[in-house]
């Protein structure tokens, strides 16, 4: 694990930036990338929205005052480029982007890159149906085990709001299985 601190001041400095950003990549590329496509879904797109994370990391890291984690940062710009993504997508097809992650999520099973079995492809199903905010809550907490203080500096949200979030997320998910089961 990199030194966060050393690596911003590396990051900020015109001389080792270049070199600390092939660290920084190496370093949080997977675990964005999986965050990323939680939230897209589809392999390639996730790909795109990483590298256009990266450049907005890459341009705004002189702007970096670490009142929150480096991680932290990057999660929430990652967050906001993959609804961006999505959003430019639905307006690009005149849809609700509602109808995009069904898209999605019914194409999952044809993805050469998802390895989950059936039970997983039901998950997915039902995580789309949730709202925006209770997706990023579910996904941030049950996939990526992240603290509720994390999230909520990520999300910009109070840690309460983000309890409740959670908790109708995994009964709306709950619902959704029990009621495809029978």
Do not use: C
Not at 70 to 92: D, V
Not at 96 to 107: F, G, M, R, T, Y
């Amino acid at each position: 694990m990199v030194d966060e601190i050393t690596l911003v001041e590396q990051l900020q400095d015109v001389q080792t930036k270049e070199q600390a950003f092939r660290v920084l990549i190496n370093e949080y590329k997977e675990r964005l990338y999986w965050h990323i496509r939680k939230i897209v879904i589809s392999h390639d797109d996730a790909d795109d929205v990483l590298q256009n994370t990266f450049i907005k990391v890459f341009r705004g890291i002189d702007n970096f005052k670490q009142d929150s984690k480096l991680y932290s940062w990057m999660y929430r710009i990652a967050t906001n480029e993959s609804i961006t993504f999505l959003n430019k997508r639905a307006k690009q097809r005149s849809v609700d982007i509602s109808e995009i992650k069904q898209e999605l999520v019914a194409n999952l099973s044809s993805d050469d890159w998802f390895t989950g079995d059936e039970i997983q492809l039901i998950l997915q199903k039902a995580i789309a149906t949730l709202p925006e905010k209770q997706q990023l809550v579910f996904n941030m907490k049950y996939y990526d085990n992240m603290k509720y203080d994390e999230i909520s500096k990520i999300l910009e949200t109070s840690v309460g709001a983000l309890k409740a979030s959670y908790f109708h997320a995994v009964k709306k998910i709950e619902n959704y299985i029990k009621s495809r089961a029978n």
